[in-house]
């Protein structure tokens, strides 16, 4: 049986038969109980009738009008009607409620209870019956299967299994659709992940409802927003970086086979030109390598604490520039952080030249901005977003400039991860100014 909706029905309608089982059987048990209780009470009943009739009604010596007599006398008081038999059988007298309900008749004996007296003689007196008084102030206990206060006899044992059937009956059809509906959205849920896992990576499942089942649900989407997103992003930067082997590789074509038949000095330029293809692919590779590593990292380790002033002042110190500003430690990735302002310092040196200033300023809100400033042609308010966009270049300084394209990518997503983001701002007087701004506290282990 593989439906789960069967199984979870199967195990309630289960359970309630157990639960109706058990309720008959303690059910019947007190039925029971109830029963011999009653018919005790009754016993010590009549016994005390025939005590008292027994020393109250004439010997059976006496006439049999006198008899008579006592015999209403005392059918009255008790309010319950009465017929008095002699020894050999033969009836003395019988009241007029007796005679009247038809209990003088030999079929009607069983609904009749004999009182033998000492003297032979039987009194016959109606079963009880439920809540019909004896005596002013005085009602007999029910009888035996009657339910209290209702004036209607308990259900037999025939009776109470097709109550409890017609009970388990309810209950079964009230589960079917709960278990269903439960079940069908757990269905719904299954459908969506082999059709993700089958290559849909736009499908989504219903996050209706505040159970357990819409928990999962919202989680399985929030997991597929972000495979999906990766998935985009790692098919981008592929199609991305293999466009942009294909410059240098083609370069690297032509020049090798331009050495065989090239002058010395011919030699010398090609050999150049051949490490600045194969560094270009070096860096792309690289670039690409740790892209895909920060895509693909759940979290990094932000707890190192960073001098980014130190940093920014080494980095600088590459490219001939100079660092200034706050002495500040944050907690952070001191590898990716250098990686940053390196790429900064790189793209600030490969269009701006000389003059390139590192400033290292705290915020007001504890924060710090980390700008890398430069008196280049700047970037157009346009472009200030998209420049940090995988593989996006100004047009026409890939040509002039080089680059893959990848570095400012690379700054914003490690701003990112530290919780922070990347900008680009125009310089006063000229140039750009670009700026990482980081929290006071980067949070341990960043999620991406």
Same mark, same amino acid.
Request: charge should be neutral; proline fraction near 6%; charged fraction near 25%.
């Given at each position: 049986?593989?439906?789960?909706?069967?199984?979870?029905?199967?195990?309630?309608?289960?359970?309630?038969?157990?639960?109706?089982?058990? $309720?008959?059987?303690?059910?019947?048990?007190?039925?029971?109980?109830?029963?011999?209780?009653?018919?005790?009470?009754?016993?010590?009943?009549?016994?005390?009738?025939?005590?008292?009739?027994?020393?109250?009604?004439?010997?059976?010596?006496?006439?049999? %009008?006198?008899?008579?007599?006592?015999?209403?006398?005392?059918?009255?008081? #008790?309010?319950?009607?009465?017929?008095?038999?002699?020894?050999?059988?033969?009836?003395?007298?019988?009241?007029?409620?007796?005679?009247?309900?038809?209990?003088?008749?030999?079929?009607?004996?069983?609904?009749?209870?004999?009182?033998?007296?000492?003297?032979?003689?039987?009194?016959?007196?109606?079963r009880l019956a439920g809540g019909r008084?004896?005596?002013?102030?005085?009602?007999?206990?029910?009888?035996?299967?009657?339910?209290?206060?209702?004036?209607?006899?308990?259900?037999?044992?025939?009776?109470? %299994?097709?109550?409890?059937?017609?009970?388990?009956?309810?209950?079964?059809?009230?589960?079917?659709?709960?278990?269903?509906?439960?079940?069908?959205?757990?269905?719904?849920?299954?459908?969506?992940?082999?059709?993700?896992?089958?290559?849909?990576?736009?499908?989504?499942?219903?996050?209706?409802?505040?159970?357990?089942?819409? %928990?999962?649900?919202? $989680?399985?989407?929030? /997991?597929?927003g972000r495979i999906e997103a990766l998935?985009? $992003?790692?098919?981008?930067?592929? %199609?991305?970086? $293999?466009?942009?082997?294909?410059?240098? #590789?083609?370069?690297?074509?032509?020049?090798?086979?331009?050495?065989?038949?090239?002058?010395?000095?011919?030699?010398?330029?090609?050999?150049?030109?051949?490490?600045?293809?194969?560094?270009?692919?070096?860096?792309?590779?690289?670039?690409?390598?740790?892209?895909?590593?920060?895509?693909?990292?759940?979290?990094?380790?932000?707890?190192?604490?960073?001098?980014? #002033?130190?940093?920014?002042?080494?980095?600088?110190?590459?490219?001939?520039?100079?660092?200034?500003?706050?002495?500040?430690?944050?907690?952070?990735?001191?590898?990716?952080?250098?990686?940053?302002?390196?790429?900064?310092?790189?793209?600030?040196?490969?269009?701006?030249?000389?003059?390139?200033?590192?400033?290292?300023?705290?915020?007001?809100?504890?924060?710090?901005?980390?700008?890398?400033?430069?008196?280049?042609?700047?970037?157009?308010?346009?472009?200030?977003?998209?420049?940090?966009?995988?593989?996006?270049?100004?047009?026409?300084?890939?040509?002039?400039?080089?680059?893959?394209?990848?570095?400012?990518?690379?700054?914003?997503?490690?701003?990112?991860?530290?919780?922070?983001?990347?900008?680009?701002?125009?310089?006063?007087?000229?140039?750009?100014?670009?700026?990482?701004? #980081?929290?006071?506290?980067?949070? /341990?282990?960043?999620?991406?």
């Amino acid at each position: 049986m593989r439906s789960l909706y069967i199984r979870i029905w199967l195990t309630v309608v289960a359970a309630l038969a157990l639960f109706a089982l058990v $309720s008959g059987w303690l059910v019947q048990r007190h039925l029971e109980d109830q029963r011999e209780r009653n018919e005790r009470v009754v016993q010590e009943r009549v016994a005390a009738w025939a005590d008292l009739l027994q020393a109250t009604l004439p010997p059976a010596t006496a006439p049999a %009008a006198e008899q008579a007599q006592a015999l209403m006398e005392w059918s009255m008081r #008790l309010r319950l009607p009465m017929a008095l038999d002699a020894a050999d059988g033969s009836r003395i007298a019988a009241t007029e409620p007796f005679i009247r309900r038809g209990l003088d008749t030999p079929e009607a004996r069983e609904r009749l209870r004999a009182i033998r007296l000492d003297d032979g003689r039987t009194l016959w007196v109606p079963r009880l019956a439920g809540g019909r008084a004896l005596t002013p102030g005085l009602r007999p206990p029910p009888p035996p299967g009657w339910m209290p206060g209702t004036g209607r006899p308990w259900p037999d044992g025939v009776g109470i %299994a097709v109550l409890l059937a017609l009970l388990f009956a309810a209950v079964a059809a009230g589960a079917w659709p709960v278990v269903r509906r439960l079940t069908r959205r757990l269905e719904a849920l299954k459908a969506g992940v082999e059709a993700f896992g089958a290559g849909q990576l736009s499908r989504r499942v219903d996050e209706g409802g505040r159970d357990e089942v819409a %928990a999962v649900a919202a $989680s399985f989407n929030q /997991a597929a927003g972000r495979i999906e997103a990766l998935l985009r $992003s790692h098919q981008n930067l592929l %199609a991305n970086a $293999s466009h942009e082997l294909r410059s240098p #590789l083609a370069r690297l074509k032509m020049a090798v086979a331009m050495m065989q038949d090239a002058s010395e000095a011919e030699r010398a330029r090609l050999r150049r030109e051949i490490d600045t293809n194969i560094g270009e692919l070096d860096a792309l590779v690289e670039e690409v390598l740790l892209a895909s590593r920060l895509d693909a990292s759940a979290q990094i380790d932000t707890s190192q604490p960073v001098a980014l #002033l130190a940093l920014a002042a080494e980095e600088a110190a590459r490219v001939g520039g100079a660092a200034a500003g706050d002495d500040v430690t944050l907690p952070g990735d001191e590898r990716l952080l250098r990686r940053a302002v390196r790429n900064l310092l790189e793209n600030a040196r490969r269009y701006a030249g000389d003059g390139v200033e590192v400033q290292v300023a705290r915020r007001g809100d504890g924060g710090v901005d980390v700008a890398v400033l430069d008196r280049g042609p700047g970037v157009p308010e346009a472009w200030r977003e998209r420049i940090f966009e995988p593989f996006f270049r100004l047009p026409g300084h890939a040509e002039r400039e080089g680059g893959v394209g990848l570095g400012l990518s690379l700054v914003r997503q490690i701003a990112e991860r530290h919780g922070g983001r990347a900008r680009c701002e125009l310089r006063e007087g000229g140039g750009s100014r670009f700026v990482i701004s #980081l929290p006071g506290r980067a949070p /341990a282990g960043a999620a991406a």
